[in-house]
T-cell receptor, first 109, second 113 residues
Framework: RKEVEQDPGPFNVPEGATVAFNCTYS??????FFWYRQDCRKEPKLLMS???SGNEDGRFTAQLNRASQYISLLIRDSKLSDSATYLC??????????FGAGTRLFVKA | EAQVTQNPRYLITVTGKKLTVTCSQN?????MSWYRQDPGLGLRQIYY???????DKGDVPEGYKVSRKEKRNFPLILESPSPNQTSLYFC????????????FGPGTRLTVT
């Protein structure tokens, strides 16, 4: 079992749609959680950290459920520019960082 | 401008010829890390460093060395590169607070023939 698992994708959605990404992690001692986006073969860029209380940044909402070891990202009102690969990232208690394989999103006009 | 820089950006080399990929950050970050990205495998951590002179192995350290003699620099050394080290490499850095939100360099595409 992979330490961080994501929906395999790809997701193909029309502009304006709401799309949800899911992620599970296996190490219950994990301490920090993030969503990154990566455009084709470029460097990953931090989208948002994920907190137990949930957090929102504009059209993006992230949730963390420690009991279920589950992380989610919701994108509302999708834009063409949201097309990218979304990476779920977990930092363990030992300071290692584990990336999920990523979910590709295509937003079409 | 706050940034992480890597050099070279592209490198083609031959098996067994030692090489170093440099990484430098100007944000006074304590934490630095190296990753490789391969199709179908995602990003995997090679080594990380909590601070000067403190380094530890990630998930795929075999065939690599690192050093952290200064806070801003974290070079990745391939003593004897092999074709299976052909990959896209990223360096990243972060502060210890805010849960180690990492900022990535632009990547180094390495081909070993």
């Amino acid at each position: 079992r992979k330490e961080v698992e994501q929906d395999p994708g790809p997701f193909n959605v029309p502009e304006g749609a709401t799309v949800a990404f899911n992620c599970t992690y296996s190490n219950s001692a994990s301490q920090s959680f993030f969503w990154y986006r990566q455009d084709c073969r470029k460097e990953p860029k931090l989208l948002m950290s994920v907190y137990s209380s949930g957090n929102e940044d504009g059209r993006f909402t992230a949730q963390l459920n420690r009991a279920s070891q589950y992380i989610s990202l919701l994108i509302r009102d999708s834009k063409l520019s949201d097309s990218a690969t979304y990476l779920c990232v977990v930092r363990t208690g030992g300071f290692k960082t584990i990336f999920g394989a990523g979910t590709r999103l295509f937003v079409k006009a | 401008e706050a940034q992480v820089t890597q050099n070279p950006r592209y490198l083609i080399t031959v098996t067994g010829k030692k090489l170093t990929v440099t990484c430098s950050q100007n944000m006074n970050h304590e934490y630095m890390s190296w990753y490789r990205q391969d199709p179908g495998l995602g990003l995997r951590q090679i080594y990380y460093s909590m601070n000067v002179e403190v380094t530890d192995k990630g998930d795929v350290p075999e065939g690599y060395k690192v050093s952290r003699k200064e806070k801003r620099n974290f070079p990745l050394i391939l003593e004897s590169p092999s074709p299976n080290q052909t990959s896209l490499y990223f360096c990243a850095s972060s502060f210890r607070d805010r849960g180690y939100e990492q900022y990535f360099g632009p990547g180094t595409r390495l081909t070993v023939t």
